[in-house]
């Protein structure tokens, strides 16, 4: 292995920090500026080609986590991007909307909740009102409660949980097909809880089995139009959601079960969604549900 290549391969390895973290908690929905170390996002490894040249992104959750990295490298790839928040998390989507905006790229921020089908219609109104069009919907907020049992898992639980994780994908869903021409395409966020499931994340992961159906569905549903359908499943990754829902010590071990001992960066999400929205990646892909998890094999 030449020397160059093998310094850039460390430099890389090293970036990825393992655990233990600090141990930390936050509140619900959490703050990616209060974590430490901070979730790494901007990838400065990957170049960008202009694949998503002219072409406008809608990303719900896209203040923080896997949804900021997206919309980074959707700009980086030629995309204006519209991203949805809840209000609480303003000061994420701020730094977001900047990180688009370096890349040369505009940003639309829509403070809102997605459990709404009103706000949904509206969000995606907006986008469209901003921008012209439409050609790429990025399904990826989530709620995220661990109960040790089902019995401490209440309605209001459930519901918030179901409403926000699949009843919002496709009320965006429909918002965004009415808008969508062909050639356009629906990424969904999975989650491997909804292949192998979870003891603790009843709700949880069987909303993302929902979602690994439902892009299925919808993918066969749209071929006729043109509008290809796909999901990203990832294991365990860097993200605010996990923080604000794990007690502080189990935060801080935060994927170290996995085979490569910690869990993934946004940053190494983020290019399987470029991937799915790039025609010249994926035209010929749709109903597909990509794993990745970190070394982790499952036949689900």
């Known amino acids: 292995m030449p020397v160059r290549k093998a310094t850039k391969q460390k430099r890389h390895s090293a970036r990825q920090p393992k655990p233990p973290f600090p141990a930390q908690h936050q509140r619900r929905p959490g703050i990616e ?18 694949k998503l040249a002219g072409k406008v992104a809608l990303i719900t959750g896209g203040d923080s986590g896997i949804g900021r990295a997206v919309a980074t490298l959707f700009a980086r790839e030629g995309a204006d991007v519209a991203i949805v928040y ?35 219609e509206r969000a995606v109104k907006r986008t469209v009102r901003e921008f012209g069009h439409l050609d790429i919907l990025v399904n990826n907020a989530a709620y995220q409660h661990q109960q ?17 994780n699949i009843t919002a994908y496709f009320q965006m869903a429909r918002a965004a097909l009415r808008v969508m021409k062909r050639g356009s395409a629906i990424i969904n966020t999975g989650s491997v809880t909804g292949l192998v499931g979870s003891g603790h994340l009843l709700d949880y992961s069987s ?22 359908v796909n999901c990203v499943a990832p294991g365990p990754v860097w993200t605010p959601l996990n923080v604000a829902d794990k007690p502080a010590g189990k935060a801080g071990r935060h994927g170290a079960d996995v085979p490569m001992q910690r869990p993934a960066q946004p940053e190494e999400i983020a290019p399987a969604f470029v991937f799915f929205a790039s025609p010249a990646d994926s035209s010929y892909i749709t109903g597909e549900v990509l794993t990745l998890l970190g070394g982790e094999i499952t036949s689900s």
Request: net charge positive.
């Open 86 to 120: 809840l209000p609480v998390e303003a000061r994420d989507a701020i730094v977001t909307a900047k990180s688009i905006e370096r890349e040369g790229r505009q940003c639309l921020r829509i403070p809102g909740d997605v459990r709404g089908a009103a706000f949904c």
């Open 33 to 50: 500026s209060r974590m430490r170390p901070r979730p790494l996002y901007e990838a400065p490894e990957y170049k960008g080609s202009g």
């Open 207 to 228: 909303t993302k089995g929902a979602i690994h159906t439902f892009t299925k569905s919808l993918a066969e549903n749209l071929v006729p139009s043109g509008i290809r």
């Open 148 to 164: 040790p049992s089902i019995a401490r898992i209440s309605d209001a639980q459930w519901e918030r949980t179901f409403r926000t």
